[in-house]
Each structure stands twice: as C-alpha cells, then as structure tokens.
C-alpha cells in the first residue's frame, strides 16, 4: 500500500522559490513514475509535471520555464521546485504515484505572500 | 497540448436517479497499442481526488460498480447507474496519452 506525504513551508514570498518534498513508503521511487498537480484555492485540478523512475521529466507548458523535479533514491522521496513565485502560485499541491495518477498524497497548502 | 473539455459544469441529482458526465477531447486518445488513455477522479469536499477509472472503462480498486465509464476516441462519458449521498464532489476527466496531462474543468455533482 503506497502512501505519500508532502512536505515543505507553507508561505512564500514572492519572487522567491518554492520548494516542496514528497515522501513515498510503501514503494521504491525507482519503479514507477511520480507526479505533482496543484489546486488554486476554488477551481480546478492542474497537472505541474512528472518524473520517471529514472530521472527523466515532463513539465506543464505553462510553467516548464519555471519548474524542476528530482528524485533521491536514498531518501526515497522526489521534490519540486518552483521559481520566482507570484500570488498565482498559490494552491494546494499534491504529489502522486503515477503520471496519471493512481494514489495522491492529501496535499500541502502553499500561500505566495509577503 | 491536449484541451479537455466536460459537460455539463454543474449537476443535481436526487439520490437513486441516475447521472452522466460528458468529457470531450481536442484529440483522439487512441494510442498505438489499442489502449485509450483517458481517467476519471472524484474529488470529494476537503479531499485529495481519488482514480474512479482508468483507460476509458476499467474501474480502480475498490470503486462500486454503479459507476461506469464508456466512449472511444474523442468523446467519453462517466456513469452512475443510481445516485448516493456519498458522491458528491467534483469530477474531473484526465487525459494521458501525452504528456503534459491535462485535467477536463470538472464537475461539481450535487445530491438534492
């Protein structure tokens, strides 16, 4: 049974980068791939990108100038980062195993404020 | 990128009745292999989504078969046979033939 947690600060400011940790028990992260999508307060679902189980990724086109993933193996756990962060980049973010997901971890709210 | 779209935004059913929901796409989802790649999530109030269906028709573990999932290439639609209190939330259709994935704009079932 895989369970995923998110881990990171709550508020940033903007301008500034955004750095969240999902941590995987129940499965190695070099066996599958793993997701982020985010929830702006009230609307809808947005798939951020993917990570393979051996490092490779996809980004949204939307933020693929500002996003990165990476994954460490001894840890068991993959990251996100998000530069220079504006008021938009306010949501719930979820990790997840699957690029079209099949488990998600129950999010992290992240607020860009100064 | 691959645009999703559904109908209708917004649904109220009384309990026992039946409900669809419509996922449109800008492309086939047919893959090479045969398979089509499009997923439904319920989203329950204060929840993280859960995979209700997978590959247009296959129900995840776990999932009551009141709901069904039918359509082929671009046109999709997500069934429940008898309404429940428990279903309400937001439903969202997902596309993962290519990345990036992209989520339809979902709809918010409401039991009256």
């Known amino acids: 049974h895989v369970q995923l947690q998110e881990s990171g600060p709550g508020v940033v400011k903007p301008s500034e980068i955004l750095s969240l940790t999902c941590s995987v028990s129940g499965s190695s992260i070099t066996s599958y791939y793993w997701s982020w999508i985010r929830q702006p307060p009230g609307r809808g679902l947005e798939w951020i990108g993917e990570i393979s189980h051996s490092g490779r990724t996809t980004y949204s086109s939307s933020l693929q100038s500002r996003v990165s993933m990476s994954m460490d193996p001894s840890k068991n756990q993959f990251s996100l980062r998000v530069t220079t962060v504006t008021a938009a980049d306010t949501a719930l973010y979820f990790c997840?195993?699957?690029?079209?997901?099949?488990?998600w971890g129950q999010g992290i709210l992240v607020t860009v404020s100064s | 990128d691959i645009v999703l779209s559904q109908t209708p935004l917004s649904l109220s059913v009384t309990p026992g009745q039946p409900a669809s929901i419509s996922c449109k796409s800008s492309?086939?989802?047919?893959?090479?292999?045969?398979?089509?790649?499009l997923y439904w999530y319920l989203q329950k109030p204060g929840q993280s989504p859960r995979l209700l269906i997978y590959?247009?028709?296959s129900r995840f573990s776990g999932v009551p078969d009141r709901f069904s999932g039918s359509g082929s290439g671009t046109d999709f639609t997500l069934n429940i046979s008898r309404v429940e209190a428990e279903d309400i939330g937001v439903y969202y259709c997902?596309?993962?033939?290519?990345?990036?994935?992209?989520f339809g704009p979902g709809t918010k079932v409401e039991v009256k």
């Open positions: 997902l596309q993962g033939l290519q990345s990036p994935r992209t």
């Open positions: 997840a195993l699957g690029a079209s997901p099949f488990t």
């Open positions: 590959e247009v028709s």
């Open positions: 492309e086939s989802l047919l893959h090479k292999d045969g398979k089509t790649f």
